[in-house]
């Protein structure tokens, strides 16, 4: 089992920047592949980056490539998103995910593990 803590939204301008930080507990966390969706009012979420359980391996939509970094820390079971030139359109509810399956995290989009979701708003 996988629990999972968002921390750092808030309220930002446009072109500003925020950290978003993920404290997992459970024993197995450093065997599962991490990631972030997000779900903006009204929308669908969408996925958004993704780290595997190694960190040598990432990905990311491409509507925040260049400007999105995960990482990850597995001796103190973290995983972080550095938002840089944040945009209006990046305004939502940020999860963090977990799954020990890559491709049903990136692909599928259905991982086994959830977060409660941190709000990041970006005015214009």
């Known amino acids: 089992q996988v629990q999972l803590v968002e921390s750092g939204g808030g309220l930002v301008q446009a072109g500003g920047s925020l950290r978003l930080s993920c404290a997992a507990s459970?024993?197995?966390?450093?065997?599962?592949?991490m990631g972030w969706f997000r779900q903006a009012s009204g929308k669908e979420r969408e996925f958004v980056a993704a780290?595997?359980?190694?960190?040598?391996?990432?990905y990311y939509a491409d509507s925040v490539k260049g400007r999105f970094t995960i990482s990850r820390d597995n001796a103190k079971n973290t995983v972080n998103l550095q938002m840089n030139s944040l945009k209006p359109e990046d305004t939502a509810v940020y999860y963090c995910?977990?799954?020990?399956?890559?491709?049903?995290?990136?692909?599928?989009?259905?991982?086994?593990?959830w977060g409660r979701g941190t709000q990041v708003t970006v005015s214009s």
């Open positions: 995910a977990a799954d020990p399956v890559w491709a049903r995290l990136v692909r599928a989009g259905t991982p086994d593990y």
């Open positions: 459970g024993r197995t966390f450093s065997s599962y592949a």
């Open positions: 780290i595997d359980w190694s960190g040598r391996s990432t």
